[in-house]
C-alpha cells in the first residue's frame, strides 16, 4: 500500500495504481477523453491533468499515466488545472465541433469561446480505435499515419484493410463519433446549451416534458443563450 | 514481381530480420527503387512479422521516405527563415511555375522532384536552392530557368528541352 495525498486528503492506493485509478476509487472526478480501463494509458488528450508537488514546483503531469507513489502530493482540481483543461477542450472542438462529448466537456468546464479555426476533422487523434484494434480485438488493421498537422488515423495506403473484420470495436470506442444534440450541421461551433439548464417547460408541468435520454440535455427548450466569453 | 519480392526478402535478410532495422531496411528499398512501393511494404511487414500498419506510419512519418514515385532528379528549395525572407518562397513559386507542379510533387516526365526544406544551416549563402546534393548559392527568380537548365537538359535532348524552353521564355 502507498500512502500519498490528494487534494488534502491522506489516501492509499495499492502499488502501481496510477494517480487517475486512485482517484477514481475515491470517488474524485477527472475527465478524461481518451483513456479505457481496457486499454494502455495513452496520455494523450490531456484532459486528465492534475498538479503534483508543492508549488513553485508544481508540475502538471497526466494522472492516467503517473504512477502513485508514497508521500506524492497530488490536487486534481486547481485553477491552474482548470485552465489547461479548458484550453485542451477549447483546441479539440476546434478539431471537432460536432462531438457531442466535447460539447458536454466544454459546458462541464464553461469553455465559452473557441478562438481557433474549425477545422471539422472530427477526429480528435486520441489514438482510442487504434489501440481498441490492436489490443482488444488483435486487428491492428487502423494507425496513426504522417505526422505534424497531417497526421490521421486510417488504414494502410486508404483502403480497406486484411486485418480489419469490420467490428466496428473503433466506431464504438471513438468519442468524437456520438454527433452532437443538434445534428452534424449545428450553426455553432460551441453549443454551451448546457450552460443554462432552465427548461422552459416546467412553467406549465410538473416534470421536464423531455423524452430524450439526457433530460433537458438537447437544449432545445433553453431559453436564452450565455453571450460568449462574456 | 516476383524478383522484386525476393530482393526485399533479401534485404531483410540483410538486416539480419529485426524489427529495430526497420528504418534501414526502407532505406535500402528506397535507394534501389527510388521510392517505397505499396507492394514491397508488404513483403516488408511479412518479412518482419509486423502489423502493415507499423510499417505504414513509419514510412509516412518521416519525410525521407516517399510512398509516390521520385524523379530522377530532387530539387529542394529553403524556405526556412533566412531564406525566407530573402525571397525563399518567390523562388519556389517559380519553379513550381516552371515545372508545372507543386511542392513535394514529381514533374510529368519523371525528372524532378520539387521539395522545400526549413533549413540547410547555410544561411549565409541563401536564398539556397539544392539539386541533387548541389548547392546553388544566392538563387533568384532569374536564374531558376538556369538552374533547372542545367539538370534537364542532358538527360533528355530532344523532347524535354523544347517543353521547358517556351515555358523559360515568356518568364525572361
Request: glycine share 8%; hydrophobic share 35%.
Amino acid at each position: 500500500m502507498i500512502e500519498f495525498i490528494m487534494n488534502g486528503l491522506k489516501v492509499r492506493a495499492e502499488e502501481g495504481w496510477t494517480v487517475l485509478e486512485a482517484a477514481r476509487f475515491y470517488g474524485l472526478e477527472i475527465p478524461t477523453l481518451c483513456y479505457n480501463e481496457g486499454l494502455t494509458p495513452w496520455g494523450g488528450c490531456r484532459l486528465c491533468l492534475v498538479e503534483i508537488g508543492e508549488r513553485p514546483k508544481a508540475k502538471l503531469v497526466s494522472s492516467c499515466t503517473y504512477r502513485a507513489e508514497e508521500g506524492l502530493v497530488v490536487r486534481t482540481d486547481t485553477k491552474r488545472v482548470w485552465t489547461a483543461r479548458r484550453m485542451m477542450v477549447e483546441l479539440m472542438i476546434a478539431m471537432a465541433p460536432g462531438s457531442k462529448q466535447l460539447q458536454d466537456l466544454a459546458s462541464q468546464f464553461g469553455v465559452t469561446q473557441v478562438r481557433f479555426k474549425p477545422k471539422n476533422e472530427e477526429c480528435i487523434l486520441c489514438g482510442l480505435c487504434v489501440r481498441m484494434c490492436a489490443e482488444q480485438m488483435d486487428g491492428r488493421a487502423i494507425g496513426f499515419q504522417n505526422r505534424g498537422h497531417k497526421r490521421k488515423i486510417s488504414t494502410p495506403f486508404d483502403i480497406r484493410s486484411e486485418e480489419c473484420r469490420l467490428c466496428g470495436a473503433c466506431i464504438y470506442i471513438c468519442p468524437a463519433c456520438q454527433l452532437r444534440c443538434q445534428g452534424p450541421q449545428a450553426e455553432t461551433v460551441l453549443c454551451n446549451s448546457c450552460l443554462t439548464m432552465d427548461p422552459s417547460c416546467l412553467d406549465h408541468f410538473d416534470d421536464l416534458q423531455c423524452w430524450m435520454y439526457d433530460a433537458g440535455r438537447c437544449g432545445t427548450c433553453v431559453r436564452e443563450k450565455p453571450t460568449a466569453g462574456k | 514481381m516476383a524478383s522484386k519480392k525476393q530482393d526485399i526478402q533479401s534485404i531483410i535478410r540483410k538486416h539480419k530480420g529485426l524489427k529495430k532495422n526497420l528504418i534501414a531496411i526502407l532505406l535500402d528499398i528506397q535507394s534501389e527503387h527510388n521510392y517505397l512501393p505499396p507492394e514491397s511494404l508488404r513483403y516488408v511487414a511479412a518479412g518482419l512479422d509486423t502489423p502493415l500498419i507499423d510499417i505504414v506510419g513509419v514510412a509516412t512519418f518521416y519525410r525521407a521516405f516517399s510512398l509516390t514515385p521520385r524523379g530522377k532528379h530532387t530539387c529542394l528549395v529553403c524556405t526556412g527563415t533566412a531564406c525566407h525572407v530573402r525571397g525563399g518562397s518567390r523562388i519556389l513559386d517559380e519553379f513550381e511555375r516552371k515545372l508545372e507542379v507543386g511542392s513535394g510533387q514529381t514533374t510529368k516526365d519523371g525528372q524532378v522532384t520539387l521539395e522545400t526544406v526549413a533549413c540547410l544551416g547555410c544561411c549565409a549563402i541563401g536564398p539556397v536552392v539544392v539539386v541533387d546534393g548541389e548547392y546553388h548559392r544566392r538563387a533568384s527568380i532569374r536564374n531558376v530557368g538556369q538552374i533547372l537548365g542545367k539538370y534537364r537538359k542532358p538527360e533528355t535532348p530532344p523532347a524535354k528541352p523544347q517543353k521547358s524552353r517556351p515555358a523559360k521564355s515568356p518568364a525572361s
